[in-house]
């Protein structure tokens, strides 16, 4: 299973764009790229999922280059609510599931 | 419905007893699964089920013991814990597929062990 690595936290205004990369160097070939949010004292909610180039859904974008051995997760214009972890897990089909660290991202007013 | 339930919300149990944790899930998903997260810590994955059999036990102490009775509920049994098994229990379901499926987390459990 690849191994992710992310930044342990970030800041933010609200009304920024903000980027988070997850660097995954050993990404095998049948590999997807998956974010998850949590707030605290929940369960982690789906963000969005993608193999290559670039997926965009209603909350977020997700930026791969041609490596994919890195993914960027872009939220536009965050608010106060998106103050929550962030993580970035890189795995192909199975069940076996490893979260890395997470980035920690403060919005602040 | 996207929602997985789980009951209690909070339990405190000292050390000799015995509790359960339930987790409910009704979009038909045939995966479920158990994790343990401690405080600022990511969810460290415990027990997958599917198709209602164990797929992955990863090598969690026999304390823990998981049950799933039918393809809607999956149990934790709980027995003879120590304090550091206080965490936020989390169950997740998703679908059996050939790819990486997006697992549906309940709010999950918090344990405190005396």
């Known amino acids: 299973l690849a191994k992710t690595t992310q930044p342990i936290s970030m800041d933010s205004y609200e009304g920024q764009e903000v980027n988070i990369t997850c660097s995954h160097n050993n990404i095998a070939t049948n590999d997807y790229i998956t974010w998850y949010q949590q707030f605290p004292s929940q369960g982690p909610r789906f963000i969005i999922q993608?193999?290559?180039t670039k997926v965009t859904n209603e909350v977020a974008s997700l930026f791969i280059p041609a490596d994919r051995k890195s993914s960027t997760l872009s939220l536009p214009r965050v608010s106060l609510s998106d103050t929550a972890v962030y993580y970035c897990l890189v795995e192909a089909g199975g069940f076996k599931t490893i979260f890395g660290a997470g980035t920690r991202l403060f919005v602040k007013a | 419905d996207t929602e997985v339930t789980q009951t209690p919300k909070h339990l405190v149990m000292g050390m000799t007893n015995k509790k359960s944790l339930k987790c409910e899930q009704h979009m038909g998903h045939r995966a479920m699964y158990w994790y343990k997260q401690k405080a600022k810590k990511p969810p460290e994955l415990m027990f997958v089920?599917?198709?209602?059999?164990?797929?992955i036990n990863e090598s969690v102490p026999s304390r823990f013991s998981p049950e799933c009775p039918n393809s809607s509920l999956l149990n934790l049994h709980l027995h003879a814990l120590q304090p550091e098994d206080s965490a936020l229990y989390l169950c997740a379901s998703s679908q059996v597929g050939s790819y990486q499926e997006t697992q549906y987390f309940g709010p999950g459990t918090r344990l405190l062990v005396l």
């Open positions: 993608g193999y290559k």
């Open positions: 089920y599917s198709y209602e059999k164990l797929s």
